[in-house]
T-cell receptor, first 114, second 115 residues
Framework: ETGVTQSPTHLIKTRGQQVTLRCSSQSGHNTVSWYQQALGQGPQFIFQYYREEENGRGNFPPRFSGLQFPNYSSELNVNALELDDSALYLC?????????????FGPGTRLTVL | AQSVTQLGSHVSVSEGALVLLRCNYSSSVPPYLFWYVQYPNQGLQLLLKYTSAATLVKGINGFEAEFKKSETSFHLTKPSAHMSDAAEYFCAVTPGGDSSYKLIFGSGTRLLVRP
């Protein structure tokens, strides 16, 4: 069974640029969630995708957007990068199961914005 | 609004000593609660979860946690710390209801294990 994978591992961008991060969900999982983890903090929920549709969003501006593909893989896109976007971005996959939401996390992409 | 508070950003114990990491939650509906561990430069690994079954939950690596509704707590314990337990630990809650899709995390507790 293949776990959650993310690419790239590390990324350096400059302010104002755009970035795309990628995630492959664990085999059999059709739900993908994205989290932002700033240095020294807990992960913050960005949004979730289920069957290629956004299924909930946290308190992040519209320049954070996403996609989910028919194979359940997902992308996180961030436009007009700001210095505060520097963080570890975590992808998690799960099965939709009502109120019980066990999520399996990937290793993350470390984004640095200069 | 749902929230999670982890008391103590850093906890230091000696190898072989009891580990106690504190977590208190706020939720207007019966929550589902989780503890995750994060090793340096890695993602999050689930240690254990509470899903309204037994209040004492056993997880991996000898960790366990007890759900106490009256205290709104879900503290993580391990009887004897090992050097390999040194990591960052996060408590998280799934609010349930319409927001059941997201995890709300605490700010984390870094566990240091002294030889």
């Amino acid at each position: 069974e293949t776990g959650v994978t993310q690419s790239p591992t590390h990324l350096i961008k400059t302010r104002g640029q755009q970035v795309t991060l990628r995630c492959s969900s664990q085999s059999g999982h059709n739900t993908v969630s994205w989290y932002q983890q700033a240095l020294g903090q807990g992960p913050q929920f960005i949004f979730q995708y289920y069957r290629e549709e956004e299924n909930g969003r946290g308190n992040f501006p519209p320049r954070f957007s996403g996609l989910q593909f028919p194979n359940y893989s997902s992308e996180l896109n961030v436009n007009a990068l700001e210095l505060d976007d520097s963080a570890l971005y975590l992808c998690a996959s799960s099965l939709p199961s009502g109120n019980y939401n066990e999520q399996f996390f990937g290793p993350g992409t470390r984004l640095t914005v200069l | 609004a749902q929230s999670v508070t982890q008391l103590g950003s850093h906890v230091s114990v000696s190898e072989g000593a009891l580990v106690l990491l504190r977590c208190n939650y706020s939720s207007s509906v019966p929550p589902y609660l989780f503890w995750y561990v994060q090793y340096p430069n890695q993602g999050l690994q689930l240690l254990l979860k509470y899903t309204s079954a037994a209040t004492l939950v056993k997880g991996i690596n000898g960790f366990e946690a007890e759900f106490k509704k009256s205290e709104t707590s879900f503290h993580l314990t391990k009887p004897s710390a090992h050097m390999s337990d040194a990591a960052e630990y996060f408590c998280a809650v799934t609010p349930g209801g319409d927001s059941s899709y997201k995890l709300i995390f605490g700010s984390g507790t870094r566990l240091l294990v002294r030889p």
